[in-house]
């Protein structure tokens, strides 16, 4: 049977524009910040279960790699991590890097983000709407390019949300075949990458929004895509803007910007917030 999984996340960023790694983000804003809220969905798509299995057989080697090292099994990370996996707000170098270095090797998943940015932050209701208008767009996108397959298997990320909020988000995609929709805690490395792949993409947007705010820039802000890429001579990401080698959006971007088909900023969603 063909089946295409889908795995999907959301996530909020907050960034300040007036100051560089605003020391107050966590906190409550100085006078003279300027924040920005950038809430994202995401979705990594695998096109056959042998794509799927074999991100999964990969990553959980690398897993193990993580667990059995000495000198981080004190870490305060450490047990989060051996009961739910990778996390991308959460990962400290020693768990971010073997995971980022393997799919620098390829992955099997193709990316898809959807994303707003807000100049306030929104009530939790506002927020649900924001996130499920977000899944409802980009989902009408890929419900029809996989049509001719059998079985289209949806997971979204559990929350604190009834499964009746995910059915309600399919109803509204019009599928052309049949689709099982469910959630799952964070755990399987497969839906990890949703999790991975949004936070570098809104990561991306934030520091680049943090660097400049120059009026006509001429450096391309938005995240670019598999296609849209520049590459090296040697087959390495080039990616042109504010960031530097040292920053850790964009060092995670690199890695996922190869598997990313589609990063794209809907304001109109913001006009349909009640
Ligand atoms: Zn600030
Ligand atoms: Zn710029």
């Known amino acids: ?28 804003p100085s006078v003279d910040c300027d924040w920005r809220w ?20 990969r990553l959980s080697v690398v897993r193990e790699g993580i667990l059995a090292r000495t000198g981080i099994e004190d870490a305060p990370r450490m047990p989060g991590f051996r009961a739910h996996g990778w ?7 020693e768990f971010a890097e073997p995971l980022l270095n393997e799919l620098d090797r390829g992955a099997t998943f193709k990316g898809h983000v959807r994303f707003i940015v807000t100049a306030i932050a929104l009530t939790s209701t506002q927020k649900d709407q924001v996130f499920d208008s977000l899944f409802i767009e980009l989902l009408r996108v890929l419900m ?25 988000i399919i109803a509204q995609t019009r599928p052309g075949t049949d689709v ?3 959630t799952e ?18 990561k991306y947007v934030a520091r680049v929004m943090e660097c400049c705010q120059l009026e006509g820039c001429e450096v391309p802000h938005n995240p670019p895509e ?14 042109a803007g504010h960031l530097t080698g040292g920053d850790h959006a964009l060092r995670m971007y ?3 910007v190869r598997n990313m088909s589609s990063v794209i900023e809907l304001p109109g969603v913001v006009g349909r917030i009640k």
């Open 1 to 28: 049977m063909s089946v295409v999984s889908m795995k999907l996340d959301e996530s909020v960023v907050n960034v300040c524009l007036a100051h560089q790694r605003c020391p107050q983000i966590g906190r409550t």
């Open 38 to 57: 950038i809430y994202g969905v995401g979705v990594a798509v695998y096109e056959s279960i042998e794509d799927l299995l074999e991100l999964r057989q």
């Open 87 to 93: 996390h991308a707000t959460k990962d400290g170098p």
């Open 144 to 168: 029809p390019r996989y049509r001719a397959h059998e079985l289209i298997d949806i997971v979204f990320e559990a929350d604190q949300s009834p499964l009746s909020r995910y059915e309600a």
């Open 180 to 182: 099982a929709v469910g």
């Open 185 to 202: 805690p964070k755990g399987d490395s497969g839906l990890a990458m949703a999790d991975y792949l949004l936070y570098a993409t809104l």
């Open 226 to 239: 598999a296609n849209s890429v520049d590459y090296s001579p040697e087959g390495g990401v080039e990616l």
């Open 254 to 256: 690199k890695t996922f």
